[in-house]
Nanobody, 129 residues
Framework: QVQLMESGGGSVETGGSLRLSCAAS????????IGWFRQAPGKEREAVGA????????LYADSVKGRFTISLDNDGDIVYLQQNKLTPEDTAMYYC??????????????????????WGPGTQVTVSS
């Protein structure tokens, strides 16, 4: 069981920055994939990126590459989503989620939401033009 809690959301103007945090705890956390997802009103949930806590390797969606960065703190308990050059299209509820790094003999992270078992309650990001 993994418990997740997001924080750091808020309102910014276009071009601004935010840093979201995902505090994680629970059994086996150090062998997890932590993904960031977002959902805007009336839209499908979409992947933002993911990090493998055991290797600190990252994946990003094309829509955020070069603007967003996922990282892990030194203790490995907090996953950050640094958001730069924000636009109104980034307005959404942002969620972090966790899944095992190795499942059914295959190891590695992906950005498919259906594979993530544990979810935080979300934090709202609003970008004004």
């Amino acid at each position: 069981q993994v418990q997740l809690m997001e924080s750091g959301g808020g309102s910014v103007e276009t071009g601004g920055s935010l840093r979201l945090s995902c505090a994680a705890s629970g059994h086996g956390y150090n062998r997890q994939c932590i993904g960031w997802f977002r959902q805007a009103p009336g839209k499908e949930r979409e992947a933002v990126g993911a990090i493998a806590t055991i290797r600190r390797t990252t994946l990003y969606a094309d829509s955020v590459k070069g603007r967003f960065t996922i990282s892990l703190d030194n203790d490995g308990d907090i996953v950050y989503l640094q958001q730069n050059k924000l636009t109104p299209e980034d307005t959404a509820m942002y969620y972090c989620a966790a899944r095992l790094y190795c499942k059914l003999g295959t190891c590695g992270c992906d950005m498919s939401a259906s594979g993530y078992e544990f979810w935080g309650p979300g934090t709202q990001v609003t970008v004004s033009s």
